[in-house]
């Protein structure tokens, strides 16, 4: 008896403290406080500084009060234009033959002047008025493609204009 007579006191004490309320702000959850009045006045006093209206509060009388979040200002929205580097047409340059082969660079520049060949290196000497190009030749699964190109001035020891050189060249293959 003793033992049935403690559950009772234990279940009523759990039933009690679930729908007990903890503190005046909070509305019990299952029984609703009919004297609005005393939940306002407590409403009032927590307020006073901030920006939450009591009227706003009573809406959903189920919740406990909480100051809403600003809306954020809206930004404008720009789509950002992708910079496109343009491509010079008069930009010309010789790193553009690298792995061509030799059949290209035939068609291309012409016959050349001096050939040399050792191994699995092959060099194509081109003689211009303004400057010499060496075109060194490497040979890749039996086939030679071009793995370097150098300039050179036409006189020893002399200086090379490149942008003539290049211009040169240019006129030739068009």
């Not at 959850?29 to 209206?53: A, M, P």
């Not at 189920?62 to 600003?70: F, H, L, R």
């Not at 003689?127 to 039996?142: A, Q, S, T």
Request: with cysteine; proline share 2%; net charge positive.
């Amino acid at each position: 008896m003793k033992f049935i007579l403690i559950k009772f006191t234990f279940g009523f004490f759990i039933v009690f403290s679930m729908n007990a309320c903890h503190t005046f702000e909070h509305q019990n959850i299952f029984i609703q406080n009919v004297n609005h009045n005393s939940n306002v006045e407590v409403l009032n006093k927590k307020n006073k500084s901030s920006k939450f209206t009591v009227e706003k509060s009573m809406n959903n009388s189920e919740m406990a009060p909480i100051e809403m979040p600003k809306q954020t200002e809206t930004v404008q929205k720009v789509a950002i234009q992708k910079q496109v580097e343009i491509p010079n047409v008069n930009k010309f340059s010789l790193e553009k033959f690298i792995n061509w082969n030799e059949e290209k660079l035939i068609k291309t520049l012409g016959k050349s002047h001096f050939v040399k060949e050792e191994g699995k290196l092959k060099n194509y000497q081109y003689h211009f008025e303004e400057c010499f190009i060496d075109v060194f030749f490497l040979k890749r699964n039996g086939v030679y493609l071009i793995n370097y190109i150098e300039k050179r001035s036409t006189k020893l020891n002399g200086t090379l204009n490149v942008k003539a050189c290049v211009e040169e060249i240019k006129q030739i293959m068009n």
